[in-house]
Structures are given as C-alpha cells and as structure tokens.
C-alpha cells in the first residue's frame, strides 16, 4: 500500500513538473513575454503541486501507521501463543513427573504385596511341613533319667533346620518395616547381607535398609546406604531407584551441585531408566 502511493506520487510530480517547465521558463527569460493569466496558471499549478504533496503525505502516513498496528497485533499474537505453547510444556512436564513418581510409588506398594504373600506362604509352608508326633491311646512316653555330670548335646540337625534362609530374613524385615519398626528391620536385612551376600534379595535388603533410614530422617546414613546399592549392586532393578533417591537426599541438604551431579549419573548409567527421565525434568528446573 504505501509502496503503491509512492509511486502514484512521482507520476504526479513527474507529469505536473513536465507541465510547468515552459511557463516558468517564459517567466524567467522576462517578464514581458509572460501575461499575468501564465503567472496565475503557474501559481495555481504549484498551489494545486502542494496540495497533491500534502495529500500523498497524509495517505502514506496513515497506511504506515495502520500497516504498524496490524504488526503490533500480530506480534501480541505470536507473544502471547508462545507464552501459551511454554505453560502447556510445563504443565505436561509436571504431570508427566508426578505420574512418573506416581508409578514409583506403586512400584513400591507392590514389593510390600509381594513380601506379604512371600511371608505368608513361608509360614504356610512351614507349618505344613511340620511333623506332628501323636502318642498311642492310653501310652506316657517314656522319661529318661538326667545324666548326673553330663551336659546334654544341642540339637545341632535341629537347629540347623530352623535357621531362616534370606526369603525368611528379607520376608520379616519387610513386616517389621510396614509395622514401622525401623530398627528391627535392619536386624534381619543385616542378617542376610551377612550370611547371604550373594543372595538375590541382598540388593533389595541394602535397599530397604536405607530406606529405613530416610524414613527416621537419618540422613547421612540413608545416602550412605543408598551409595552402598549402587556400589555392591549396580546392575539390580534397585540401582537407579538408590542413585535417584541420593539425589533427592543430597538436594534436601541444600546441595545443589552434588544433586546435580547425581542425577547426570542417574541419566548416564541408567538412561532406559524411569528414573532418568525424572532426573532430567529436574536438571531443568535446577539449571
């Protein structure tokens, strides 16, 4: 629009000054040659000139103007949808984080399942293995007359039988920890880790046991715990679950570096992870 009036303007200029060259030529060379009528025409054509400047300016004036409030309205527009397109981003990354965490929550609830049937079935099975020694009718067992001097033998078969493997050992310290008896618990998961390092359940035991502590709010020795997981098991399930945890425990410390530190390690050796992905979302709000 306005390159179109500045165009329609230099014709007009072109073609009026193309018109008044021979009269102010003829009034230049004398003024005897001239009649008052040619001054007039050339008065009226430089009056008529001005007034067709003045418009022309007025019009571009007027479309620039127009032309910079469509783009100001349009810059709002883009201003304020990009604005709109960053909230729906950090709404989806929070939801997506809570439903992440979510998902971790469960995950836990259903190793506490587990560890409940496992204890039940334990029992089940104990008890159905049990002999049951039933005397004849009418029979006393026969008593048997102390050894004078004499210590009895311990039972060494019988209490070899009724030692608890690391199902048993991991089994109660899940119950004692869902009873909230945080230091009971540790008993038995020490337990296992000693006599069973190698045990299937040594990581998860390892585990709770820092878990045990975060809950009394130890801190120093849940991360300590929670390092010892990633150390002694760095391939189990409960590794990522360890390093992300010590990564929360650390930024609660006001920590900040090391957090971060923490979670690019989550991310660099756990990257399939579900912890990866939490530890990236909150690399962003850390940066």
């Avoid at 990009?82 to 989806?92: C, E, H, K, P």
């Avoid at 409940?116 to 008593?143: F, K």
């Avoid at 390093?243 to 923490?262: E, W």
């Amino acid at each position: 629009m306005i390159a179109a009036a500045a165009l329609g303007l230099r014709h007009t200029l072109r073609s009026r000054v193309w018109r008044l060259v021979p009269l102010v030529a003829l009034v230049a060379t004398g003024g005897c040659f001239a009649t008052r009528g040619d001054v007039r025409i050339v008065q009226s054509d430089i009056s008529s000139l001005r007034a067709e400047i003045l418009k022309n300016q007025l019009e571009q004036r007027d479309a620039l103007t127009q032309t910079m409030r469509m783009l100001q309205v349009a810059s709002d527009s883009l201003t304020k949808v990009s604005a709109r397109t960053v909230s729906i981003q950090g709404d989806l990354r929070g939801e997506m984080r809570a439903i992440r965490e979510q998902m971790l929550q469960v995950q836990t609830l259903l190793g506490q399942s587990q560890a409940t049937i496992a204890r039940l079935r334990s029992e089940i099975e104990s008890r159905s293995s049990a002999p049951v020694a039933v005397p004849p009718a009418g029979t006393v067992p026969p008593v048997t007359p102390p050894t004078i001097g004499r210590t009895p033998a311990p039972a060494a078969d019988t209490a070899a039988a009724r030692a608890p493997g690391p199902n048993q050992l991991y089994t109660d310290g899940r119950d004692q920890l869902t009873r909230g008896s945080s230091a009971t618990a540790r008993i038995y998961f020490q337990e296992l880790l000693t006599n069973f390092p190698t045990s299937d359940y040594a990581p998860d035991a390892q585990f709770w046991i820092a878990e045990s502590f975060a809950k009394e709010k130890n801190l120093p020795a849940a991360d300590a715990a929670y390092a010892a997981v990633v150390s002694a098991h760095p391939t189990s399930a409960k590794a990522p679950t360890a390093l992300y945890k010590r990564a929360q425990l650390v930024l609660q410390q006001g920590n900040t570096p090391q957090a971060k530190q923490l979670l690019e390690q989550v991310i660099a050796r756990y990257p399939r992870s579900d912890e990866a992905e939490l530890a990236a979302e909150q690399l962003k709000t850390l940066r």
